[in-house]
């Protein structure tokens, strides 16, 4: 599980190295951010939240099923929710973007800004089915002291997804300054 | 010790097992979704081999064309394009990066361990399919227009170009790296867990050694690979991207990310056929192998290395001079691991009472030509020196002597070590031995004339020359014919083995290491519980046997297997 998280942070790693380079790099004269740059989206604010409150909820799950406490299914239950909710208001934030003429063909602030959220929220997603069987089975019964596997999988996972998020806002952030 | 070797004529007969994993069950789903590493390992060699076929034949196709300085009618400048990038495209990612560890090393690696399979047979078999699933990819951009990218992708061409096969062929690769990632995580997690009683890490046949540093690698780079060919086909689909200089991207940072993948793949590719090499050394010599801490410790050394000299492929890119300095400086670096190798497989060699076998041929090919790919990868990291070399066919040459010439060649070399214990069946030594010389000869031929059209400024690449190049080229392509006649009697020779092959013993050649302790082929479970092992190259307790028709590991005189075995005088520790 380590090998497939450190995998997974090279790629995040790549992406936020190739986004710094291509910012503060010389073939960036001027281009970027555009004078007309919109703000970043408000809703990110909101869902950079429910991310955190999730990894909170997970972190709970996580010493309930060590303990092997019934409230596992419960807590995987409201993570699973705000995972959702999370994806939901990363749309929203998509939308308000593209209201404030944040056009993904037009530059490269738009472009980072959709390519970096999207690649986020699809290992989102393709958390989320991995979780949602996890929570099915914590429902049954499943997990206990010495047999937590699944969920601890499930929480390192998470938690590294919440900090990759941390690190993306704080670059895409960056990126929407002028310095 | 005889040195007798196991094609001389016994008159006796082994029957096969009749419970082997290739009888264990039968039809066409029971292989489509076998968990038994054997039969994962043996469905992809014969897709790589496939597709070294097909890798092959535009190689042909490319060097038929450069026959004549001028245009042919029968292939234009554009088919040139699309056939030496599919050429370099197919041989790189469906053909040499999985070839080793995909293929030998899946069906070996539990063999070594005296396990029963990899460490998660699902995850191995998803590996399978993704793989499929690549060539696929790769066929359809074929179908969908072909690409002419050359293999590297470069931005901007490859987000320009109007062929529209860039993009499936981009998500082709992509597919196939995340086959790699996953072989590479399961063979480090084998290692970590499933190694027998009594051997630590010391203790693990240098080949295992070699796919896991392979296997860090593949793990640690291949990410960067994926995550940068996804940006060329986002790119490539919005017209915008961070390569595009138009919008201020950096079309240098793709060559910055695509090397910091290829340069270690290139260690993906040559780590494990070295490992191949220290087996078909030791065993093939009858002696312990020499230096074994110091083999093992290289090949995490040129793994670390792999990672902090990518920038020497960028030498005329345009990056500060400083820069250039510091990469020439580390890939020099690269060379000492290499050279320790060699001295050291030199050194197992002499006074060692070497069989020639087949196997031992392409062992001692392997030698001669990656000492030439290696030294003259040093003209190449050599600042002032690769100014004048970068981009000509020197530079093709030289990494046809490492990839082909090495890597490929110690495949084909573990292919011939491994093929008795694999299907149970002997080939024919001298069909195998002439497809040896005839590959070695042709190599040669083919790419030494390369060096010399190379270093006289022939650009690599081109479609029209001047004819003062024409006599080196027709000699080029003269070795290439010769080349590809020697692997026809290889195929030949092996495919023949599998109908009317003499049955071969469990261990043909003398080997040491536990798959040469178990029937050949190996049964279902390989070992029906896990052995204890010893020193794995400590040839003085293995003996030829008639009864056996081969030779045997006389587990009992092995002290630390046997405690009341007897001392004896000479045995390696
Ligand atoms: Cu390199």
């Known amino acids: 599980m380590w090998l497939f ?30 004078p007309d740059a919109p703000p970043l989206p408000k809703a990110l604010l909101f869902s950079t939240l429910i991310l955190i409150i999730s990894d909170a909820t997970m972190h709970v799950a996580r010493v309930a099923a060590r303990r092997g406490e019934r409230s596992t299914a419960a807590w995987m239950g409201v993570t699973l929710a705000c995972a959702f909710a999370f994806v939901a208001t990363q749309m929203l934030a998509w939308s308000e973007a593209a209201r404030a003429n944040m056009i993904v063909t037009e530059d490269l602030y738009a472009w980072t ?11 989102v997603i393709g958390g989320i089915i991995p979780m949602a069987v996890v929570t099915a089975r914590a429902a049954g019964g499943r997990y206990g002291p010495g047999r937590d596997d699944g969920v601890a999988y499930c929480a390192m996972y998470w938690h590294f997804l919440d900090i990759v998020w941390l690190a993306l806002y704080a670059t895409l952030w960056w990126g929407s300054q002028r310095w | 010790m005889t040195t007798l070797d196991a094609s001389r004529p016994t008159h006796l007969n082994i029957e096969a097992s009749s419970d082997n994993y290739l009888t264990h069950t039968r039809g066409l789903l029971s292989w489509a979704f076998t968990l038994d590493h054997k039969r994962i390992g ?15 034949v535009f190689a042909l196709l490319v060097r038929t064309k450069l026959l004549f300085p001028d245009a042919v009618n029968w292939m234009t400048a554009e088919q040139y394009n699309q056939a030496f990038t599919l050429h370099g495209a197919v041989m790189v990612f469906l053909v040499i990066v999985p070839s080793i560890p995909a293929a030998l090393g899946n069906f070996i690696l539990p063999i070594m361990l005296g396990a029963k399979d990899v460490a998660f047979p699902r995850l191995n078999l998803a590996s399978f399919w993704l793989w499929i699933f690549g060539a696929i990819f790769v066929v359809i951009s074929l179908l969908a227009g072909s690409f002419d990218t050359g293999w590297t992708f470069y931005t901007p061409y490859s987000t320009r170009t109007t062929l529209g096969g860039v993009v499936w062929v981009i998500t082709g690769v992509f597919i196939l790296g995340f086959s790699s990632i996953f072989t590479g995580m399961n063979f480090i997690v084998t290692i970590h867990k499933l190694r027998p009683p009594g051997m630590t890490w010391f203790r693990m046949p240098l080949f295992l050694w070699a796919l896991y540093s392979t296997a ?3 793990v640690l780079a291949t990410p960067v ?42 260690y993906i590719m040559i780590l494990p056929g070295m490992g191949i090499i220290s087996e078909i050394i030791a065993v093939h010599s009858h002696r312990h192998i020499f230096g074994y801490r110091f083999i093992a410790f290289s090949s995490i050394a040129i793994a670390f290395f792999s990672f902090l000299v990518w920038g020497h492929h960028m030498f005329v890119s345009g990056q500060s001079g400083l820069m250039g300095a510091v990469f020439s400086l580390i890939t020099f670096s690269v060379a000492i691991p290499s050279a320790i190798k060699v001295f050291n497989w030199l050194a197992t060699l002499y006074k060692g009472s070497i069989s020639l076998n087949t196997p031992m041929l392409y062992g001692l090919a392997f030698l001669f030509l990656f ?14 020196t690769d100014i004048h070399l970068h981009d000509t066919y020197f530079v093709v040459a030289h990494f046809h002597y490492v ?10 070399g573990g292919l011939h070590h491994w093929w008795p214990k694999m299907f149970g069946r002997m080939y024919s030594e001298a069909l195998g031995k002439l497809g040896c010389v ?10 030494f004339t390369q060096f010399m059209l190379g270093s006289h400024g022939m650009p690599r690449r081109y479609y029209l020359y001047q004819p003062e190049f024409q006599i080196y080229h027709v000699i080029s392509t003269c070795g290439s014919y010769i080349m590809a006649l020697g692997f026809i009697i290889t195929g030949i020779c092996l495919l023949k083995s599998l109908f009317s092959g003499k049955p071969a013993p469990a261990n043909p050649w003398g080997g040491r290491s536990l798959e040469w302790q178990c029937p050949s082929p190996p049964p279902h479970d390989n070992f029906p519980t896990t052995p204890r092992v010893g020193d794995c190259y400590d040839f003085s307790i293995v003996r030829w046997d008639d009864s056996a028709g081969g030779y045997v590991v006389d587990r009992s005189l092995d002290p630390e297997l046997n405690p009341n075995a007897p001392k004896r005088a000479g045995a390696h520790h």
């Open chain 1, 5 to 34: 998280i450190l995998t997974l942070a090279i790629i995040f790693i790549a992406t936020i190295l190739a986004f710094v380079i291509v910012r503060v790099g010389p073939m960036n004269d001027g281009h970027w951010p555009p």
């Open chain 1, 113 to 123: 800004f959709y390519v970096l959220t999207a690649l986020h929220a699809a290992h």
């Open chain 2, 42 to 56: 043996v469905m992809y060699m014969f897709a790589i081999l496939g597709s070294f076929f097909v890798g092959g």
């Open chain 2, 216 to 218: 860090l690698i593949q």
């Open chain 2, 225 to 266: 690979l994926a995550i940068t060919l996804a940006l060329v086909a986002i790119e490539r689909v919005f017209h915008i991207g961070v390569f595009d200089p138009a919008m201020g991207g950096d079309p240098v940072l793709f060559q910055h990310f695509f090397w910091f993948y290829s340069h270690p793949a290139v």
């Open chain 2, 371 to 384: 000492t030439i790919g290696g030294l003259t990868g040093l003209h190449l990291g050599t600042l002032n």
């Open chain 2, 403 to 412: 990839m082909m010439g090495s890597a490929l060649i110690a495949m084909v």
């Open chain 2, 438 to 447: 005839l590959v070695f000869v042709g190599f040669n031929v083919t790419f």
